[in-house]
């Protein structure tokens, strides 16, 4: 199993920045490990935001985000990042991290360690 503990979060004005750390710690990475971001407001499903393979570094995005939102890892450090720029309200929600075994995953059901979230809120 693997800890993952969210920070970054916070308010900030519409086109603003903001940068989410994700610290993981337990099991070492496989080989096809993939890090990823969701995001879910209140009575929303949880949707796809970003994912990066830990080994290799190749990166997806959603298409809501792209352009705007960088994601990035520091492997000596076990932290994933999502770097969020040109923020809109509509990206207020919160943002959970997540781990897959299964490389280049970006469907919720592949990801078996989740953190506890950090909330994000943009205002206009």
């Known amino acids: 199993q693997v800890q993952l503990v969210e920070s970054g979060g916070g308010l900030v004005q519409a086109g603003g920045s903001l940068r989410l750390s994700c610290a993981a710690s337990?099991?070492?990475?496989?080989?096809?490990?993939?890090m990823a971001w969701f995001r879910q407001a209140p009575e929303k499903e949880r949707e796809f935001v970003a994912a990066?393979?830990?080994?290799?570094?190749?990166?997806y995005y959603a298409d809501s985000v792209k352009g705007r939102f960088t994601i990035s890892r520091d492997n000596a450090k076990n932290t994933v990042y999502l770097h969020m720029n040109s923020l809109k309200p509509e990206d207020t929600t919160k943002y959970y991290c997540?781990?897959?075994?299964?490389?280049?995953?970006?469907?919720?059901?592949?990801?078996?360690?989740w953190g506890q979230g950090t909330q994000v809120t943009v205002s206009s």
């Open positions: 997540a781990r897959s075994s299964g490389f280049g995953s970006t469907r919720q059901r592949d990801f078996d360690s």
């Open positions: 990066i393979a830990w080994f290799g570094g190749a990166t």
């Open positions: 337990g099991r070492t990475f496989s080989i096809g490990t993939t």
